[in-house]
């Protein structure tokens, strides 16, 4: 494993700066960077502090700032001290310019303005903590998603990663031993998404939980015959309501909540 120094610079929140990198960094399996996030980069004087930072910690340099005299100075300093510094928007803003015949406004963080968008995300998340783990069933008709799934099918993360989107989403738990909300099987708005995993992998991140909470691991919670009967009624229930199915045991939280997307855009 090689570790680098990655430098990110931005004008605004640096998200878009860090998924760009997450990105590209998940390609190259024995690389390891030790990031230095420099974000809301808007005066001469913080790239003073950046510059130094770079010269102690010398590395890839990646940034967006759209003030030219800001990219001029980062730019000028990174040349003295031989770092690659690489503008990661630039293609994609020169394209974009190109096809619309015009150029780009040059405003920092334009993308992070309180607009309906960012209203819309605010109210998801809101609604999603409301109706966590089967919260207030009164209100599932309000959803979006509903996603119902048995213990450990990464229902909260995949919910709040959906409401980050702007996607209300409310979860309910299958749990053998408990009736299911009524709500849940009158719903006329929401699109309901059953999640599953492979009762070996559902048995052994059980298993760690119970470790984590030192809690006793003799029970039907981790039992392997008694998750794969969980499993199969939860499938049973999901068939018999014509509720699509996605299979979480080889995906991360991202692309259960991709593929939710889709099927939510679809609909």
């Known amino acids: 494993m090689s570790e680098f120094h990655l430098h990110l610079v931005s004008d605004s929140t640096g998200e878009t700066?860090?998924?760009?990198?997450?990105?590209?960094?998940?390609?190259?399996?024995?690389?390891?960077?030790?990031?230095?996030?420099?974000?809301?980069?808007?005066?001469?004087?913080?790239?003073?502090?950046?510059?130094?930072?770079?010269?102690?910690?010398?590395?890839?340099?990646?940034?967006?700032?759209?003030?030219?005299?800001?990219?001029?100075?980062?730019?000028k300093g990174c040349r003295k001290i031989n770092a690659p510094c690489v503008p990661i928007?630039?293609?994609?803003?020169?394209?974009?310019?190109?096809?619309?015949?015009?150029?780009s406004r040059g405003l920092p963080g334009r993308q992070h303005l309180l607009d309906q968008e960012?209203?819309?995300?605010?109210?998801?998340?809101?609604?999603?903590m409301a109706h966590d783990d089967g919260q207030m069933p009164e209100g599932l008709d309000n959803a979006d998603v509903v996603l119902v799934g048995v213990s450990r099918t990464s229902k909260t993360p995949t919910s709040f990663y959906l409401a980050h989107r702007g996607i209300k989403t409310a979860n309910v738990p299958f749990v053998p031993s408990c009736p299911l909300p009524e709500e849940l099987f009158n719903l006329k708005n929401p699109l309901v998404i059953g999640l599953t995993t492979s009762p070996e992998r559902l048995s052994q991140i059980r298993k760690n939980r119970l470790l984590s909470l030192k809690e006793n691991q003799d029970t039907n919670y981790v039992d392997r015959d008694s998750i794969k009967e969980e499993v199969i009624a939860a499938r049973k229930l999901c068939t018999k309501h014509g509720w699509p199915v996605i299979d979480v045991s080889r995906r991360s939280v991202e692309e259960t909540a991709a593929?939710?997307?889709?099927?939510?855009?679809?609909?």
Request: cysteine-free; proline content about 2%; aromatic content about 8%.
């Open 17 to 75: 700066l860090q998924s760009m990198a997450k990105a590209a960094l998940v390609q190259f399996e024995k690389a390891e960077a030790i990031e230095h996030v420099w974000s809301m980069t808007r005066t001469l004087r913080q790239l003073d502090d950046i510059l130094d930072s770079i010269t102690q910690h010398p590395g890839l340099v990646l940034f967006t700032l759209v003030n030219k005299e800001m990219r001029d100075v980062l730019e």
């Open 89 to 103: 928007l630039d293609p994609v803003m020169a394209a974009v310019s190109r096809f619309l015949g015009q150029e």
């Open 118 to 128: 960012y209203f819309d995300r605010i109210e998801a998340l809101n609604y999603t």
């Open 259 to 267: 593929q939710i997307i889709t099927l939510h855009n679809r609909r």
